[in-house]
């Protein structure tokens, strides 16, 4: 049985938002049980917005929450970092609109939390078990979570462009697997796309820094990649974080092609809306933390 985590000790980051280009002051703090996640807009009067999927106002490009007319925007590999290291419970305070991009990864997050320490507390966390398959289509895209014994993820990813077409890769979702296989895996963009965005006042914070980047014909940054399949892997990173917003840990195997923030979302409202198809549950299998990295509280 996992009882539910927090951190030990609150951490600071600074890092540039990947939209307003500025820099925006995140500090994360311990909550107690049952709090969930929460991002507190420092300088909005403290406006609160609980992550969870009645949250979720876009998901164009990155996953954007909102509340009172008040957003936060490219939270989903904060999410994921959260989700992939069994955080349950933090308040998340930022001084503006989204989460710093930091270089792109969850990785920046995965260590700070690692520094931090987490925290056990005293009430256990049930599971959301999958009994029977659930599928989302739009166009050439899917995305099914069939029942499975343990939490995995197959994701399919396609593009005709001259430095990769198909990237595939099937994982089981532990804690060691997320922080050495899917957290460094950065957010990847196709130039053109940068442009137009550019033109609407927007990624004014992308750079080599902290984006894979495709020109017509190569990846600009291609040399520095982390992994030769880095792309899929970050869409496995995007996956666990939007998956997250369903604010219990899912039983199950989640089955994606071509998708993206948009069919993620669409996915976890069709679970909440097929309530015959799943089940809570108390933690069904193992998942161990890193040695080291828990304390009781």
Do not use: C
């Not at 917005?49 to 106002?57: L, Q």
């Not at 030769?228 to 899912?250: M, N, Q, T, W, Y």
């Amino acid at each position: 049985m996992r009882l539910q985590n927090t951190l030990k000790n609150e951490f600071v980051l600074t890092g540039k938002g990947l939209h307003s280009g500025n820099d925006i002051n995140l500090r994360i703090n311990p909550a107690p049980r049952d709090a969930g996640i929460v991002f507190i807009r420092t300088d909005k009067r403290n406006t609160r917005i609980k992550a969870g999927v009645s949250s979720v106002v876009d998901t164009t490009f990155a996953t954007t929450l909102a509340s009172e007319g008040v957003k936060i925007g490219t939270v989903e590999h904060l999410l994921a970092a959260f989700s992939g290291l069994n955080i349950d419970n933090a308040y998340v305070e930022l001084d503006g609109p989204e989460v710093p991009i930091m270089d792109g990864s969850a990785l920046p997050f995965v260590h700070k939390i690692i520094e931090a320490g987490i925290a056990k507390q005293a009430k256990p966390v049930s599971y959301l078990k999958i009994l029977e398959p659930i599928v989302v289509s739009e166009g050439q895209s899917q995305i099914a979570v069939t029942p499975y014994e343990g939490t995995r993820i197959t994701y399919r990813l396609f593009y005709t462009h001259p430095a990769f077409g198909e990237q595939k890769l099937a994982t089981d979702i532990t804690t060691v697997k997320f922080i050495k296989e899917i957290a460094p895996a950065r957010t990847f963009g196709f130039l053109r796309d940068v442009e137009m965005l550019r033109s609407r006042g927007l990624a004014k914070g992308g750079s080599l820094e902290n984006a894979i980047v495709l020109g017509e014909k190569e990846v600009i940054n291609g040399s520095q990649l982390r992994f030769k399949d880095e792309f899929v892997r970050h869409k496995i990173l995007d996956a666990v974080g939007d998956i997250s917003l369903l604010g219990l840990p899912v039983y199950g195997h989640i089955i994606a092609n071509k998708s993206g923030h948009t069919l993620h979302i669409k996915l976890l409202k069709k679970i909440l809306s097929s309530r015959d198809s799943w089940e809570l549950v108390s933690e069904p299998v193992s998942m161990p933390l890193a040695s080291g990295m828990v304390a009781q509280v």
